[in-house]
Each structure stands twice: as C-alpha cells, then as structure tokens.
C-alpha cells in the first residue's frame, strides 16, 4: 500500500509563508518611517505636536498586520504538523505491516 504524501497546498503554504512574514515587516517599517517622518516635520515647524490618535491608529494598524501575519502562518504550522503526523503514522503502519509480513514468511 503506498504511503500518501504531504499535499501540495501545504507544500505551497510553506514557500508563501516567508513572503507574509517579509510584507508584514515592510508594512511595519513603513508605518515607523511615516510616523517618524510626521513627528520630524512637526518638530521642523516647531507646531504642536499630532494627534495621539493618529499616530497610535498608524501603529496599531502595523500591529494588526503583522498579528495578521501571524495567525496566518500559526496556522499553516498547524496544518503541516498535522500533515506530518500522519505522514509518520502512515509510515509507522506500514513499518509495522512489513515486520509482521517478514515474521509470518519465517
């Protein structure tokens, strides 16, 4: 009996997921530099400084990306773990199918 292999969508999901993570991180990075880059104009211009609602929604939304991000890739480790497991019990049976095949021909 053959063994059944990892499907290809987890296979896929693996090569996505550094993709996610290095999005994620320019999104972060790239609301940093727009929060730093208001925050160095107001100080230029001697103005008051933003709203606090402003720059924590541009953070908090950087958070919601990257935990996104995440949850996205926990998931998929989850899947894979579940993948393997099965994988190594389909081997394990069949590790066991052939020990009893060899025992039952001496």
Do not use: K, Y
Not at 7 to 22: C, F, K, M, N, Q
Not at 50 to 55: A, E, L, N
Not at 62 to 71: M, Q, S, T
């Amino acid at each position: 009996m053959p063994l059944s292999s990892p499907d290809s969508r987890v296979a896929a999901s693996l090569v996505a997921a550094p993709a996610e993570i290095v999005a994620a991180a320019r999104t972060s990075r790239a609301e940093a530099i727009r929060v730093a880059a208001i925050e160095l104009v107001v100080r230029q211009q001697g103005s008051a400084p933003p709203p606090q609602g402003r720059t924590m929604r541009a953070l908090l939304d950087a958070d919601d990306v990257i935990r996104g991000a995440a949850d996205s890739l926990r998931g998929r480790l989850e899947e894979m773990s579940t993948v393997l497991t099965d994988f190594v019990t389909g081997i394990r049976d069949a590790d066991d199918a052939s020990a009893r095949e060899l025992r039952s021909r001496r």
